[in-house]
């Protein structure tokens, strides 16, 4: 690196100029700013997949629930009871006439 003077010491043009040099770009300048264009852009990227990741996880935990949900309340509801002369018919009919 090199030393550079106080900027109390330096009179005003030389000052500007020094900023001026400052401000002016270089070739290492674009070089660092595609590099973290590149990264920022890649890290965007992968937020935007990780959110999509969580969204889609989401819907499917509430679509397995919403299913086991339904499923439960199918099982746990009693199955409606026969009257007693539709299991005399059945079994009538299966082993004919007169068992």
Do not use: I, K
Not at 22 to 27: G, I, Q, V
Not at 50 to 76: D, I, N
Not at 80 to 92: E, F, G
């Amino acid at each position: 690196m090199t030393d550079h003077p106080h900027p109390n010491d330096l009179p005003d043009p030389a000052l500007d100029a020094l900023f001026a040099r400052a401000r002016t770009l270089t070739p290492e300048d674009s070089g660092a700013a595609g590099r973290f264009l590149t990264t920022h852009r890649a890290r965007q990227e992968a937020a935007r997949q990780q959110r999509a990741r969580t969204r889609r996880a989401g819907w499917v935990s509430a679509a397995l629930a919403s299913a086991a949900v339904v499923a439960g309340l199918t099982v746990l509801r009693p199955a409606p009871a026969l009257p007693s002369s539709a299991a005399y018919d059945a079994y009538q009919s299966a082993w004919g006439e007169g068992w």
